[in-house]
């Protein structure tokens, strides 16, 4: 973790956190300018400029907005958005359509129209029904849609079961049975309005191990070489998901990009140059890895209860509802004492939340300095998934978030009002 402690404050990308939360007030999120760019350029250095005919595509649910698209665009990746209010926000940030891939396990027709209208790069089709509505939606409106099929490569990976997304029993992906899968790509392959480019998968999330990835580009392969076989057809891209872990605690050891990439390409190339295969364009997908460890969140200490011979629970003023992972799926965390940084720890307390659930436990049994009221708590990665999975539960508002670069900061999302929370809201016109 890159903790700059200076006059005993949290400092983040050149700003004091707890000026930072004096300002724009708590729970904020803070990101770093740099370290999001500095992501993109270890993938630009690691895959995009080191392999030809490769593409990096942001998977921008771990953090969709405006700005962070607008830094995507400026950093030369390509974009991956799972439904209409992701590609919304990306064409509201005048990110070019073309470099846009959609995914998603049900895409409505709408979705789809919208999608097809701006003219995405890619549509990612996991099922027979998308493709219908995607070659009907085309036929009206006189165009082709360049679509992937993403399979479910039956693999079971190394992390959380509820962030697991290739095993075979997956709402993700089309099942591997032939007669599925081979009269879909036939389907698609005879269908003018579609133009079929090749084949997906995502595997799961928050992986440190590259066994997995290799098992599934493993099953993509063999797969082209028998469409190869098959329909005399040549696939033209593989899409190799994300995945990529980042690091949450201390004692995550993250791999580099390099140590996911450089063995996929290999096996990639060894294969195609065996088969005699053209090697297709190779796309990933990462999210989690460029976000997760330039958000840090911050929360001001509330009320703090010691239950006698049990644990100390000192409460923020958020949790679950803008960080759901920890009662998702029993994500660790890491924090700190922002105005206490450079003290040594004294107790252990539990970090709670303040929504109405057991479950709303940002971290438990963390070792801090003498914690107080009014303290400021700092989490560190939460920039993916924080923002994007945040909620009104309670009817908390959504934090706002800031981005901060070389000490200067700026509001990319102002902070929720209380008007903004009624705004859909309508009385009922008679009360019976
Ligand atoms: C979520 C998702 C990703 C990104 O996963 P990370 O673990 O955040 O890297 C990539 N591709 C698809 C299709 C996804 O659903």
């Known amino acids: 973790m890159v903790k700059k402690i200076a006059n005993n404050h949290l400092f983040w990308d050149g700003c004091d956190t707890v000026q930072l939360a004096e300002t724009y007030g708590t729970p904020l999120y803070v990101f770093s300018q740099n370290m999001i760019v500095e992501e993109c350029r270890q993938l630009q250095e690691s895959f995009i400029k080191k392999y030809d005919n490769v593409r990096v595509a942001y998977a921008s649910k771990a953090f969709n907005t405006m700005a962070m698209i607008q830094l995507i665009e400026k950093e030369g990746l390509c974009l991956d958005v799972v439904s209409g209010g992701e590609l919304y926000t990306a064409i509201k940030a005048n990110y070019p359509a073309e470099k846009i891939e959609f995914n998603g396990n049900n895409k409505s027709i709408e979705e789809i129209t919208m999608a097809i209208t701006y ?28 679509i992937l099929f993403r399979i479910t490569p039956e693999v079971e990976v190394a992390t959380h079961d509820f962030i697991s997304t290739g095993q075979k029993d997956s709402k993700f ?48 392969l063999d797969l082209i070489k028998k469409i190869q076989e098959r329909f005399a057809y040549t696939v033209r891209e593989l899409n190799y998901g994300g995945g990529f872990g980042a690091r949450y605690k201390e004692s995550d050891a993250r791999k580099p990009y390099a140590y996911f990439l450089d063995p996929l390409m290999a096996l990639t190339e060894q294969f195609c140059l065996e088969n005699d ?18 958000g840090i969140t911050l929360h001001q200490i509330g009320s703090i209860k010691e239950v006698p011979g049990v644990r100390k629970y000192v409460a923020i003023d958020g949790g679950m509802t803008d960080n759901i992972r920890p009662g998702l799926y029993e994500a660790e ?29 940002l971290i438990k049994d963390i070792h801090l300095p003498k914690i107080e009221t009014g303290d400021i708590f700092a989490t560190f990665s939460t920039g993916a998934y924080g923002y994007s999975m945040a909620n009104n539960y309670n009817k908390l508002l959504i934090p706002a978030v800031v981005m901060v ?28």
Not at 119 to 146: F, M, Y
Not at 193 to 207: A, K, M, N, P, R
Not at 413 to 423: H, Y
């Open 277 to 294: 295969l053209v090697r297709p364009a190779i796309v990933i997908e990462p999210g989690r890895s460029i976000v997760a460890e330039a």
């Open 173 to 220: 992906g089309i099942p591997l049975e032939e007669s599925i899968l081979f009269a879909l790509i036939k389907q698609a392959i005879e269908t003018p309005e579609i133009d079929f480019y090749g084949l997906h998968f995502h595997i799961g999330s928050q992986l440190f191990t590259n066994e997995t990835h290799l098992l599934a580009a493993q099953v993509a």
């Open 333 to 361: 965390y890491d924090g700190i004492l922002a105005n206490k940084a450079g003290e040594k720890p004294t107790e252990v307390v539990t970090i709670a939340g303040k929504a109405c659930e057991s479950t709303d436990i």
């Open 405 to 432: 670069n070389e000490g200067e900061s700026e509001v990319i999302v102002e902070r929720q009002t209380f008007e903004q929370l009624l705004q859909n809201e309508r009385m009922l016109k008679k009360l019976k």
């Open 119 to 146: 003219g995405v790069g890619r549509i990612i089709v996991d099922s027979i029904q998308e493709l219908e509505w995607i070659a009907a939606i085309c036929r009206e409106k006189n165009v082709t849609a360049k």
